[in-house]
């Protein structure tokens, strides 16, 4: 445990040693939020759509940035570029759980991140008006959503980070990982927005689970049973991806070469 | 019982045949051919607990695979490695508390953090108790002088700063085990000879070392037992100074005289000895087998035929045994 507490700080530590680049990844961040406000706000203004009224979506955007923000300082960087460069080779040789290890780092950053979460929250709710909070049990699902929302979205990172074992590239993956998670995820438009058919796919992939579940539950467009099957679903795909991570693993040790030094 | 152990430890690496440019890339897409390369070809080894040894062998002979499949990095495509009599992949976590790697081009410190906190995350990781960490970092500082890098970030590291790091990096849950690959490598003098001295220290401690190496003087003083790599092959595996006497039989006697030599005198006086003449007037070589003959011996039938005003006494180094080697001139037994 000592280990993996130690590796958590020192991300958290890495990750504030560049306090700049952190403060500008934010600004994107927001920039893109300030946007999607300011797009919906006129789309919404005279009439609700698709079951979204303004104050809804607003609470929408929110809890979507929240949910983007959380675990992502992530040692996806290192992990990728370590692969990439052989270098995983010394972590092979660590008595840690390789796994395990990489989620004690991106949980590292959490508390960074919900810091800047309630900064930016706090800000926008002051200048744009109040949200209205879900009645107890469904407050309680939210929060249980978010808690399970952090090792989702590690795990499709740390997946997605292995794939580096066969593509030889890191950008590729990433930008592929973006593209996918940003549809699919309903960080950039409500799932119920797109296509009957695509929305059902999306709400039942891991993506989902990422911006879509604790949204919906935050502004009680689902509640009770349906509430409940998506939280399972989210769960459900924690467990599945992290024993397939598994799986993933020992077949990039096999192929694992590790040229050259 | 030996620590380290490989039986027929194999290394077959599969490589894409592309063929040349862009229509060879294209065509590699659509009917992928591949060639297999044996990195490490059936290695038997076994080291003995406290043994130092030497791993040489020329660019691409399998040096640093074998490394790495004895530290449980590689799955070997058949054979087995056993570290104190437990399976370096199966038993990871275990086997990573015994054995210590350092690969001279690659580095485990965090490139954002002072040196001192990837150390203090390694001792966490290894569990080492804050006493007996500090212990090892004085130590360390003694031969290394690691306290004046300790609070350097390690993106900002000079090479040879970085090497001292990270050998710290790689002992600091003090192993039984050590494997060093390449560990001078691109080094300037001044800091090869305070590792040198460290690898020195480590092995008087008890440890079992296993160097890999370009540069013939790590091993030089270092090590007794020198193990000869060559395309995957061990092809020779015994004493060094052995090898020294075996295959660095000849000396070369370098005199200045005082008057001419009679050459065909010295010759009727030493007969197996080559004499030749230097560059410089009055200056000769005597090359000589040290078996058949010794320097005093030969310095002694000099000195009837003419006076002797300087002289010196070349031996060839184990450098010079093991590059016949690699170049295929000297084939050494088994």
């Known amino acids: ?34 946007a999607l406000l300011a797009v919906w706000h006129v789309i919404l203004e005279q009439s609700p759509m698709n079951g979204f009224t303004w104050p809804q979506m607003r609470a929408y955007l929110l809890v979507a940035f929240a949910a983007g923000t959380v ?27 390789y796994q395990k290890a990489r989620l004690a780092e991106s949980l590292g950053g959490l508390w960074i991140e919900l810091a800047l979460i309630s ?3 706090g800000v926008t709710l002051a200048v744009t008006g109040g949200v209205d909070l879900p009645p107890g049990p469904g407050l309680a699902l939210f929060a249980a ?18 794939a580096c074992f066969w593509t030889q590239n890191f950008m590729g993956v990433q930008w592929a990982r973006l593209a996918v998670v940003n549809l699919f995820s309903g960080a950039l438009i409500p799932l119920v927005f797109l296509p009957g058919w695509l929305a059902t796919v999306a709400q039942w992939s891991p993506f989902a689970g990422l911006t879509s579940t604790p949204a919906l539950i935050f502004l009680g467009q689902v509640d ?38 | 019982m030996p620590i380290v152990e490989a039986r027929g430890l194999t290394k077959v690496f599969r490589r894409p045949d592309k063929g040349s440019g862009l229509g060879g890339a294209v065509k590699h897409l659509f009917a992928r051919r591949y060639s297999d390369k044996v990195a490490v070809d059936h ?7 406290g043994e130092a040894v030497a791993y040489v062998g020329p660019n691409g002979a399998g040096k640093s695979t074998t490394v790495k499949l004895l530290s449980g990095i590689l799955v070997p495509t058949s054979g087995e490695v056993r570290i104190n009599g437990l399976h370096p992949q199966r038993d990871r976590n275990t086997v990573a508390y015994q054995i210590g790697v350092l690969f001279g081009q690659r580095t485990q410190l965090w490139w954002d953090l002072p040196v001192s906190e990837s150390l203090a995350v390694l001792r966490d990781i290894y569990g080492v108790d804050h006493a007996t960490y500090r212990k090892r970092l004085a130590r360390f500082d003694e031969v290394l002088e690691l306290g004046e890098i300790l ?63 370009h540069d013939l ?61 230097e560059e410089t007037p009055l200056r000769y070589a005597v090359r000589f087998d040290r078996f058949v003959m010794t320097a005093g011996q030969v310095v002694t039938v000099l000195a009837t035929l003419t006076e002797l005003v300087d002289f010196r006494v070349d031996e060839p180094s184990i450098e010079d045994v093991i590059r016949r080697v690699y170049s295929g001139d000297l084939v050494l037994p088994r």
């Open chain 1, 71 to 97: 675990v992502s300082i992530l040692g996806d960087f290192r992990m990728a570029f370590r692969i990439l460069d052989g270098d995983v080779a010394l972590d092979l040789v660590k008595p840690v759980d």
């Open chain 1, 119 to 121: 900064l930016v929250v």
């Open chain 1, 1 to 34: 445990m000592r280990g993996y507490r130690a590796l958590a700080r020192a991300t958290a530590r890495a990750a504030l040693a560049y306090r700049f680049s952190l403060l500008l990844g934010m600004v994107a961040v927001l920039v893109q939020l300030v």
């Open chain 2, 217 to 277: 003087a790590d091993i030089e003083g270092f090590c007794r037992r020198l193990v000869i790599i060559d395309q995957g092959r061990i092809i020779f595996d015994g004493d060094l100074e052995g090898v020294k006497d075996t295959f660095a039989r000849e000396r070369i006697l370098h005199v200045e005289t005082a008057r001419p030599l009679p050459l065909e005198a010295v010759r009727a006086a030493l007969p197996g000895a080559e004499i030749n003449i």
């Open chain 2, 151 to 213: 609070p350097v970030i390690g993106r900002k590291l000079s090479l040879g700063q970085r090497m001292r790091a990270d050998l710290a990096a790689a002992l600091v849950h003090g192993p039984q085990v050590v494997y060093l690959d390449e560990p001078t490598i691109g080094l300037d003098l001044a800091v090869k000879d305070r590792v040198r001295e460290f690898f020195r220290s480590l092995r008087d401690e008890g440890t079992t070392v296993m160097l890999t190496s």
């Open chain 2, 43 to 49: 290695v038997d080894l076994s080291i003995e607990a």
């Open chain 1, 145 to 162: 959503s978010m808690l399970i929302l952090v090792p989702l979205k590690f795990l499709i990172v740390y997946v997605s980070t292995l």
């Open chain 1, 224 to 261: 009770g049973r349906e509430a409940l099957q998506l939280v399972a679903v989210q769960l459900g795909w924690v467990l599945v991806l992290w024993f397939g991570a598994r799986l993933v693993w020992r077949a990039a040790l096999r192929r694992l070469t590790v040229n050259g030094g």
